[in-house]
């Protein structure tokens, strides 16, 4: 299989049985039918000291000269990806060799969980951290520590008054985003998993004890951990096959002569964990039809823009709007009038409490952040939005 990334790799997976009689020119065979560069994945059931392995076996030594032959590169650690049963035992058997270009791009980790089997699930993922489809963190704003966020997030005179606004506005938003990472927790980068509707409460309860006990038997493999480990297996299955069943059933029943074929086939779908992946939608107007994002984007602004002119006032509104924009503003008079005046403590505070929480902007700091810092910070804060007020000159940002 050839997978496209910015360069074509060839990923071949192969088994190799453990008794059967595999000769060393067969492997190097194998090795020269490949496309270079290439990945050679796969349970080998060689044993060797060089990937985990308390031995080396015959199949290992011939896996050591191919790897040496070829100058290939092996990607995997010590962390063993095979567990035997009646010794109660762990081993290194599923190997990931790599042309020597791809070393440095990919990265060798093995799960935690056999899931009802005997082999470690391995991933194989690019080393430059990118990942597909990951959320982005939020904080969780209900398990905060707000007396330990108000205790760091402190913003001083020198922060706001003796530096250029943007160095001012880059100070500010780091402190108190310095105080949020500290004391309050954020929720995980890793993509939603869609759960199948027969997934209850009874599943993962069963489910987590067969995982706790899966723990106990890897740090002490013990025959009575294991007859613990087994018995809580086989009722977790046990537990999924009913579940199932009954969702089964209910879904059965639940299909009436009125029930719609897309209806069905929707629940069908849902059951064998298929959910239609979030696409853009198109847009239907009285003239065409749109279905890139960018013309989408484009016909909903002028929409906006439509409804929010002039032509959708009512005269009323548009006769206090005139007289309001007759009016001369003089902002070059020292005299303080309420459009050109200081801003105060109590409308800050007045504005904070009228926020809701809302998504933040691009800084990333929440209407949240600000209602909870001291009172001397939040009056630098003031200090701040004074300043940038009377001097004309906005953040960049």
């Not at 070829?70 to 567990?83: A, Q, S, V």
């Not at 690019?126 to 966020?149: E, M």
């Not at 069963?206 to 613990?228: D, M, S, V």
């Not at 009016?327 to 504005?351: C, D, H, I, V």
């Amino acid at each position: 299989m050839r997978a496209k990334q910015k360069n074509p790799v060839t990923v071949c997976c192969v088994y190799l049985p453990p008794h059967a009689h595999i000769r060393q020119e067969d492997l190097n065979i194998l090795v020269d039918q490949l496309p270079t560069p290439f990945l050679l994945l796969g349970d080998l059931n060689g044993h060797s000291t060089l990937w985990g392995n308390n031995d080396t076996n015959a199949r290992g030594r011939q896996i050591e000269r191919l790897i040496s032959d070829y100058c290939l590169c092996l990607l995997n650690n010590d962390e063993k990806t095979y567990f035997h049963g009646p010794s109660r035992t762990f081993h290194s058997l599923d190997l990931a060799i790599c042309s020597p270009s791809l070393m440095p791009q990919f990265t060798f980790t093995v799960g935690d969980n056999v899931h009802n089997r005997d082999h470690f699930p391995i991933f194989v993922s690019r080393a430059d951290g990118v990942s597909v489809a990951n959320r982005l963190p939020k904080y969780l704003f209900q398990r905060a520590d707000w007396s330990t966020f108000a205790r760091l997030a402190v913003i001083t005179e020198n922060m706001v008054d003796t530096v250029a606004i943007d160095d001012a506005v880059r100070v500010v938003t780091e402190t108190i985003l310095g105080a949020a990472n500290a004391a309050i927790p954020q929720s995980s980068t890793r993509p939603h998993r869609l759960r199948k509707p027969w997934w209850n409460e009874e599943c993962s309860v069963a489910y987590r004890r067969q995982r706790k006990l899966w723990g106990i038997f890897r740090r002490r493999p013990t025959t009575e951990n294991l007859i613990a480990f087994k018995k809580a297996r086989a009722l977790a299955r046990k537990v999924r096959r009913r579940s199932q069943r009954d969702s089964w059933v209910r879904f059965v029943s639940s299909i009436t002569t009125s029930t719609s074929s897309k209806q069905m086939w929707k629940k069908v779908k849902s059951a064998n964990g298929l959910y239609q992946e979030f696409i853009f939608p198109i847009l239907k107007t009285d003239s065409a039809t749109f279905s890139s994002p960018l013309e989408i984007a484009n016909c909903i602004g002028n929409s906006f823009a439509s409804i929010s002119s002039s032509d959708s006032y009512s005269s009323a509104f548009l006769l206090t709007k005139n007289r309001a924009e007759s009016t001369t503003l003089t902002f070059g008079t020292e005299q303080l009038l309420p459009y050109n005046s200081p801003f105060r403590m109590f409308e800050l505070k007045r504005a904070l409490s009228h926020s809701r929480n809302t998504s933040p902007g691009p800084d990333g700091i929440t209407y949240c952040m600000l209602r909870h810092l001291n009172e001397h910070s939040l009056s630098n804060i003031l200090r701040l939005f004074n300043r940038i007020w009377e001097e004309h000159l906005f953040p960049s940002k």
